[in-house]
């Protein structure tokens, strides 16, 4: 008998406002296990906010959200699930990365945080480097690598724990076009070798088309369209 992978995000209803102003409504998402989906959208459209519910840091005032099959959002059941609850890896718009720590201890840092052991937290580290093509940087410090490679580090970091879905903040936005472009197909073809379920928030439009299996169109707190590249693009 064959277990599927179950579902990696369920959003249903989410709604999210400050005082009497909706800035989320009537979110409803499903990402299967080993997909990405890209929130795309102009500053103010609400696709941060959603990251930031779906990361624990916010709470929806309605609906719920579940990852990998958990419930960690329900304000009707009283389930508030803290960040660090929620099995999750982070890729930052800056990296994130400690410049006083070394690359293995950069990428150790959740499983220190989960009290994992030293010889264990070492072969993941090991691993996780490895799989990102960094081993021989692990002693390193984030100041002595290239901006590519500090956003491989960012990703070793946020995969060392196999989270069930990594939440990738406009992790690009920073750089210039020309770098961004080869940016985001490293970061496509990392995703797609690692098997990543993934949600990824991006204003830019080709880094949507380029590396989601579904967009989320955006615009003033709720989804207009939800689709596969092709679908969007020929709309």
């Not at 959208?41 to 779906?54: H, N, Q, Y």
């Not at 719920?64 to 304000?75: C, F, L, M, N």
């Not at 970061?187 to 993934?198: H, K």
């Not at 939800?226 to 020929?234: C, F, R, S, T, V």
């Amino acid at each position: 008998m064959t277990h599927s992978r179950p579902t990696a995000l369920t959003a249903r209803g989410i709604a999210m406002a400050y005082g009497p102003n909706r800035v989320l409504d009537g979110i409803d998402l499903d990402l299967p296990a080993g997909q990405v989906l890209a929130l795309l959208g102009a500053s103010g459209s609400g696709k941060t906010t959603l990251l930031r519910l779906i990361a624990g840091l916010l709470m929806p005032v309605e609906g719920s959200i579940e990852i990998a099959g958990r419930t960690v959002a329900d304000p009707q059941r009283g389930i508030a699930a803290p960040p660090e609850k929620r099995g999750l890896g982070m890729v930052f718009q800056d990296y994130a990365l400690w410049p006083h720590l070394s690359v293995a201890r950069n990428v150790a840092f959740p499983l220190e945080m989960m009290r994992v052991p030293a010889a264990e937290r070492a072969d993941r580290v090991a691993r996780a480097l490895a799989r990102v093509g960094l081993t021989e940087f692990a002693e390193r410090r984030p100041s002595d690598l290239s901006g590519g490679q500090q956003q491989r580090v960012a990703i070793a970091r946020a995969i060392v724990a196999e989270p069930p879905l990594v939440l990738f903040d406009e992790p690009l936005s920073n750089l210039d076009r020309e770098l961004r472009e080869t940016m985001v197909e490293e970061i496509a073809s990392l995703v797609a070798e690692l098997n990543l379920s993934a949600v990824y928030v991006t204003h830019d439009h080709a880094e949507a088309l380029a590396l989601a299996d579904q967009i989320a169109v955006m615009q003033g707190g709720r989804i207009l369209q939800l689709g596969a590249p092709n679908d969007i693009y020929d709309r």
